[in-house]
């Protein structure tokens, strides 16, 4: 078992890394902090360490097997207090940022982790929706809080300019190719997590 430095994690660090962060990376080249593949677990830090994590263009890479990407999700959730802050940074899916790199493995947007959300996941249980309900499924509790759109400067201007109203700027934001260029989830942790066990106590 390892002991960082640091109760923050940076997660595929690459050559960003940060003050005050445990910074790990699988490229020894980027000198991380910690030389860590992330895609085999379980991790070397112990339960409940962390009280933030940073995964800045990282998630997409990992986990070409979505068990394999689970297990990521599960590890990040153990090595993480309660309240832990997770910030979730990745290139948006309709741009050309996400599908210039080959290394990227899967779509990753705020209804992915919302998925991971045991409250959500009972209220869609008692809806009869048919979205997965992996927070039940996998142990996993974090709660989406925030997210925040990084949009092609075109678009940002031509509605600060008046050009196009706030409706119009959110069709063409649901609709084209290069109006979003990243996005950045923020994730509450929560521990214990808030209903285990009870997904078959629904009636």
């Given at each position: 078992m390892i002991q960082p430095e640091q109760n923050r994690l940076n997660m595929g660090c690459g050559f960003r890394k940060l003050d005050?962060?445990?910074?790990?990376?699988?490229?020894?080249?980027?000198?991380?902090?910690?030389?860590?593949?992330?895609?085999?677990?379980?991790?070397?830090?112990?339960?409940?360490?962390?009280?933030?994590?940073?995964?800045?263009?990282?998630?997409?890479?990992?986990?070409?097997d979505p068990k394999v990407f689970t297990k990521v999700i599960q590890e990040m959730y153990r090595v993480s207090i309660h309240d832990a802050r997770w910030t979730i940074m990745l290139p948006h899916h309709r741009c050309d940022l996400y599908w210039n790199d080959y290394t990227h493995v899967r779509v990753l947007t705020p209804q992915t982790f919302r998925m991971f959300d045991q409250q959500e996941n009972m209220n869609w249980i008692k809806a009869k929706r048919r979205d997965s309900?992996?927070?039940?499924?996998?142990?996993?509790?974090?709660?989406?809080?925030?997210?925040?759109?990084?949009?092609?400067?075109?678009?940002?201007?031509?509605?600060?300019?008046?050009?196009?109203?706030?409706?119009?700027?959110?069709?063409?934001?649901?609709?084209?190719?290069?109006?979003?260029?990243?996005?950045?989830?923020?994730?509450?942790?929560?521990?214990?997590?808030?209903?285990?066990?009870?997904?078959?106590?629904?009636?």
């Open positions: 005050g962060f445990w910074n790990v990376d699988i490229e020894k080249k980027c000198n991380p902090d910690q030389v860590v593949d992330l895609e085999k677990t379980p991790w070397e830090w112990e339960d409940n360490f962390f009280e933030e994590i940073m995964a800045d263009n990282i998630l997409e890479h990992l986990g070409h309900v992996f927070g039940l499924y996998h142990d996993v509790d974090i709660e989406v809080t925030d997210v925040r759109y990084k949009f092609v400067d075109y678009w940002e201007n031509q509605l600060q300019d008046g050009m196009i109203g706030s409706k119009q700027f959110d069709i063409q934001f649901n609709t084209l190719s290069n109006f979003a260029e990243s996005l950045a989830i923020v994730v509450k942790v929560h521990k214990p997590q808030r209903f285990k066990d009870k997904m078959y106590d629904i009636t």
